[in-house]
């Protein structure tokens, strides 16, 4: 059974950053795309930002382009989530997904296999 394990959450005031970062448990595992989600206070659990293995190409959520940075560190089969100019609306749980199988919106988060435990990430003014 493939954990994923997050960390680098944490607490920042507005315009801070921080990086999280999420290892898959199992060296072996051969993910097709890696993503982050993330669930704000009273919010449904939305799509923040995707890596698809393969070539790397990243994929974002309007509401943090140009502000969060996907990246993938194969050899330690963890990835990155660069957020820069927080604001508030930021503040969720964030959560890492891997899917196993090609194909399917990044945003489909049935289509997902493994799923992190999920790390705070709260921004205050």
């Known amino acids: 059974q493939v954990q994923l394990v997050e960390s680098g959450g944490g607490s920042v005031q507005a315009g801070g950053s921080l990086r999280l970062s999420c290892a898959a448990s199992?060296?072996?595992?051969?993910?097709?795309?890696m993503s982050w989600f993330r669930r704000a206070p009273g919010k449904e659990r939305e799509g923040v930002a995707s890596i698809y293995i393969d070539d790397r190409t990243p994929d974002y959520a309007d509401s943090v382009k140009g502000r969060f940075t996907i990246s993938l560190d194969i050899a330690k089969k963890t990835v990155y989530l660069q957020m820069n100019s927080l604001v508030p609306d930021d503040t969720a749980v964030y959560y890492c997904a891997a899917r196993s199988q090609y194909g399917g919106t990044w945003t489909l988060q049935g289509s997902y296999n493994y799923w992190g435990q999920g790390t705070q990430v709260t921004v205050s003014s």
């Open positions: 199992e060296y072996t595992y051969r993910p097709k795309r």
